[in-house]
């Protein structure tokens, strides 16, 4: 994708005028220097093409001292990286807590840019029935609901709701570059009579340690326990020195617990045991042909 470089130039120029103000700011010097400090390095890191450790510097100082104008760098940092639903997200924070700060030519520049993200971010609305919910992305919480359109890189994600005195909604989905979706979550709510719509999942291998999938997602080692949708899911297990397990499971009720034993692998499991009986039978056909068109 093309990166705006007049966006680049105009933007890394006027994050240098506005740290060296903070730099020589009386009040809360210490901070604030700090903060410029770590923005300093960043530029350099920058125009040496380190974007990672730039990316790196930028959060900190914003972390110290959170100026909207540092969020310009972070987002073209998070794009020159290819982080594009982070670069998508930071632009829009720095329009939005910039406010009519942001001159009308650098509203229109972001614009741009954010219209050149648009079609590798996938978007999302959450529906959340009832009122005001937790919302769990991925495992982390990130607000509350109602909240504002959700900007995700493609890929797998997971949507949890939770409100107190209800068991949580849950969704998974596999995003596309470009979608638009909105995800319905519906709380549990146990005075409906109705049956859980999670099933908690206890997994355990023999031997344990073993790096666990489920439904193409890395869960962590075994033993391992987690909230599944009821219906279908598919586990997997692999552990260094055994064979990979794959089990579907059908989940009802209210808690399973599933151990799942591995077989240690041979001698014959291994991929170069074969390539090396192939070659030699190889060369025995091509011995015995030798053999048979030598003339007598």
């Known amino acids: 994708m093309r990166l705006c470089s007049c966006l680049a130039g105009l933007l890394v120029l006027s994050q240098v005028e506005a740290w060296g103000a903070v730099a020589q700011s009386p009040a809360g010097a210490s901070r604030e220097q700090e903060a410029a400090a770590h923005y300093g390095q960043g530029l350099e890191h920058f125009k040496a093409g380190d974007m990672p450790q ?12 959170p100026r909207f104008e ?5 987002a073209v940092a998070h794009r020159k990286l290819g982080h594009y639903a982070a670069a998508y997200n930071a632009f829009q924070r720095y329009l939005s807590e910039g ?50 359109t959700l900007h995700l890189d493609p890929g797998r994600h ?24 909105t995800v319905a979550l519906k709380p549990y709510d146990p005075k409906a009579g109705l049956p859980p719509p999670f099933v908690r999942l206890n997994l355990s291998t023999v031997p344990p340690g073993a790096d666990l999938v489920v439904d193409q997602k890395k ?38 617990t599933v151990e799942m034993e591995l077989e240690r692998m041979r001698w014959y499991h291994h991929w170069y045991v074969w390539t090396v009986a192939a070659v030699l039978v190889a060369g025995g056909a091509t011995t015995a042909a030798v053999l048979v068109a030598r003339p007598h």
Not at 70 to 74: E, V
Not at 113 to 141: M, N, S, Y
């Open 99 to 148: 406010g009519d700060q942001v001159p009308p030519e650098r509203k229109q520049q972001i614009a741009e840019e954010l219209g050149e993200l648009d079609r590798f971010v996938a978007h999302v609305t959450l529906a959340v029935e009832g009122g005001p919910a937790e919302i769990e992305l991925d495992g982390k919480e990130i607000g509350e609901s109602p909240m504002p």
């Open 158 to 181: 997971e949507f949890r709701a939770r409100r107190h005195e209800c068991g949580p909604a849950l969704e998974a989905l596999v995003l596309a570059a470009g979608q638009v979706v």
């Open 54 to 65: 730039a990316l790196a510097e930028f959060l900190v100082a914003y972390d110290l001292v």
């Open 219 to 256: 869960v962590g080692r075994a033993p391992w326990s987690g909230e599944l949708k009821r219906g279908e899911h598919v586990v997997s297990a692999e552990l260094e020195g055994y064979l990979p397990h794959v089990v579907r499971l059908d989940l009802q009720g209210v808690e399973r």
């Open 70 to 74: 540092a969020l310009i760098n972070i």
